[in-house]
């Protein structure tokens, strides 16, 4: 008796898991933006290494390959508002040089950021032009100057980039303040 209930047990929880990872695969299409529903996904949660003379490492959310071949990136943002940053396209730029140049193959230059739906309403894209590979091996290099202490850092447009940004205190350091909307050197 005792091993046909450990056989059933085991049967459940084997189909129990098959389940949900069959709603899993439905509800990752269903979400997807409509432009990716007859590409496969490729990558999820992966990183790669750029091979340019500024290395990069980036970690790709997910990327999708068309049936043409074309690989299309897709950034995932769990921020309220479905707004766009030049953050978010500085990120997809550099993940799109890591993987080109890691596995290869051609990129698009679009890409997507989706942000999480809000009250069970279904997720929000929007599409992207994304840097050349000149422009992120720009900002790479203007990183290893500043880091190096080669160039001193720019006030952003808005004080409230400065907020959430890893190099406040490098600008404090530097002598800078920004007090309101006048900048003080």
Request: charged share 30%; aromatic share 6%; proline share 5%.
């Amino acid at each position: 008796m005792w091993p046909w209930v450990l056989l059933l047990a085991v049967a459940l929880a084997v189909v129990w898991h098959l389940f949900r990872r069959h709603h899993a695969r439905v509800a990752e299409w269903r979400d997807r933006p409509a432009a990716l529903r007859d590409a496969e996904l490729i990558c999820v949660e992966a990183q790669f290494r750029s091979k340019s003379r500024w290395p990069i490492v980036a970690r790709v959310d997910r990327a999708y390959r068309l049936p043409t071949g074309l690989v299309v990136l897709v950034e995932l943002k769990t921020r309220s508002a479905p707004a766009v940053r030049t953050s978010d396209v500085i990120q997809l730029s550099a993940q799109r040089v890591a993987v080109e140049d890691e596995l290869r193959v051609r990129v698009s230059d679009e890409a997507f950021v989706m942000f999480p739906g809000r009250h069970s309403a279904p997720p929000t894209s929007r599409a992207v032009r994304l840097m050349s590979r000149e422009q992120i091996e720009a900002v790479a290099a203007r990183r290893r100057r500043l880091i190096d202490g080669l160039d001193r850092p720019q006030w952003p447009d808005s004080e409230h980039v400065c907020q959430g940004c890893g190099q406040r205190a490098a600008c404090g350091a530097a002598g800078e303040r920004l007090v309101g909307v006048v900048r003080r050197r």
